[in-house]
């Protein structure tokens, strides 16, 4: 095969914890008798709050084929070429195991927000009955996995972190400016589950944050680096996913064209990573992307995009991260189609794909 597919799974594959029913039929056109995967498949999600293997296995239960974890990227997964920050002492937010998807992405020190919360017990305060009645470590950077359950403790201790370069229990020093790394992955301001409307996604939470540190400070909030769809350092490494699996398959012909199943194509933003990776990002990339989007999660073809991108930077149509440039040309689909299984079929006749 000259193509490969990513494959988003919320709203694409699963709703919530129940499985599209054209999900299952797609699969099994895409693997032989023996279970192998007939095209290199990576599905990529903005979850994040669980460690690879466990979406791999989540996802061979549901679609009824053998899926590994190196088919499977988090928005956490770039997070393993940010080498430079993973021997240094990381604030991790997020739910789940944290700590063992932290340390399983390179870093060596975590501190989760309980963690940090312990230590200073004075300064989470909003829910009177978690009020200590009594009365350290640096921290050299931020790391947001994904939405926390207790929002207005994260929100507090972050904001401490950033606003103290690391101390959370000094004062606060506003000419502290540009405040310590922060890492964010999932920007997702809505995601779709067995609900009739879309929930709250990280991309709110990230909303608060920033609001809340521009209130108070005056200034934005800066990210060292944002990842998770539609982030190009996304689509760049799952790109890098598919040429792996070519390579173990000893596929001979060059990848030339992705179809990403279920979002838009990428919006532009410039992420920084390690020159080491960036070389083998970029080497033998794909000559195309194509969007193929599917109807069965938040999108919906009735809702039109504005033709004048000045106006819809300020109107609610536009749900994409605050640092990502809006183009409705980036936002129109390729290919818009009913379910995942119509999407295979369209890939397979576009491609001349005779499995």
């Not at 194509?290 to 109107?315: A, F, K, M, Q, W």
């Not at 299984?341 to 576009?350: G, H």
């Amino acid at each position: 095969p000259s193509f490969g597919f990513l494959f988003d799974i919320d709203g694409v594959l699963v709703r919530g914890k129940t499985p599209i029913p054209a999900a299952k039929t797609a699969f099994q056109k895409l693997v032989n008798s023996q279970g192998q995967f007939l095209v290199p498949v990576v599905f990529v999600t903005n979850a994040g709050d669980c460690l690879r293997q466990k979406k791999a296995d989540q996802l061979s239960h549901l679609l009824g084929v053998p899926v590994s974890q190196d088919q499977v990227m988090m928005s956490h997964s770039p997070l393993r070429m940010f080498k430079r920050y993973h021997e240094k002492c990381v604030l991790v937010s997020g739910q789940g195991p944290v700590l063992d998807i932290a340390q399983d992405l390179g870093f060596c020190q975590p501190i989760t927000i309980e963690t940090l919360r312990e230590k200073y017990p004075l300064l989470d305060v909003v829910d009177h009955d978690r009020r200590p009645n009594v009365l350290v470590s640096e921290y050299f950077s931020v790391v947001l996995f994904g939405e926390p359950v207790r929002w207005e403790t994260n929100l507090q201790l972050i904001i401490d972190v950033l606003l103290t370069s690391g101390y959370p229990g000094n004062p606060y020093h506003h000419e502290n400016y540009p405040h310590i790394p922060v890492l964010a992955c999932n920007m997702d301001l809505m995601w779709v589950a067995e609900a009739q409307s879309p929930r709250f996604g990280h991309g709110t939470f990230m909303v608060c944050l920033e609001n809340i540190y521009k209130k108070i400070t005056g200034k934005d909030l800066k990210y060292e680096a944002l990842m998770g769809k539609p982030s190009k350092l996304t689509y760049q490494y799952a790109e890098y996913l598919i040429r792996a699996q070519a390579a173990e398959r000893q596929w001979t012909q060059p990848i030339q064209t992705l179809y990403a199943v279920g979002g838009s194509a990428t919006l532009s933003q410039d992420d920084e990573i390690d020159n080491s990776w960036e070389n083998e990002l970029a080497s033998a990339a794909a000559a195309h992307c194509r969007s193929v989007l599917v109807c069965t999660g938040v999108y919906n073809p009735h809702t039109e995009v504005p033709v004048d991108t000045r106006e819809s930077i300020t109107e609610t149509v536009f749900h994409g991260h605050r640092d990502f440039r809006f183009d409705p040309g980036l936002v129109e689909p390729d290919h818009v189609v009913p379910d995942v299984d119509a999407a295979v079929d369209l890939v397979f006749q576009l491609e001349n794909f005779a499995p």
